[in-house]
């Protein structure tokens, strides 16, 4: 019997939906906190800043994007 993890049959329900999924995964060094945290900013950063849009409307990707919130900023 094959058992298939629970990830992939929540991506194939979604995939009978209509609902396109592009995982995106990143293989990072164990315990190397710094680095990870540089990627993190990094990602951020583009998305905050404008670029993400640039580079998803090149690719006619705009509505395909699942959006981080954007930051709160205080009075």
């Known amino acids: 019997m ?3 993890h629970p990830i992939f049959t ?6 009978r939906l209509g609902v ?6 990143m293989l990072l ?3 190397d906190t ?3 945290q ?3 900013d990094a990602m951020k950063s583009i998305e905050y800043d404008g670029k993400l849009d ?3 409307k090149a690719n006619k ?6 959006r981080n919130p954007k930051p709160v900023r205080g009075n």
């Open 38 to 40: 540089m990627i993190d």
């Open 61 to 66: 990707m705009e509505k395909e994007f699942f």
């Open 54 to 56: 640039v580079i998803l």
């Open 10 to 15: 929540f991506l194939n329900k979604l995939r």
């Open 20 to 25: 396109q999924v592009f995982p995106a995964v």
């Open 34 to 36: 710094h680095f990870k």
């Open 2 to 4: 094959i058992t298939y």
């Open 29 to 31: 060094p164990p315990n």
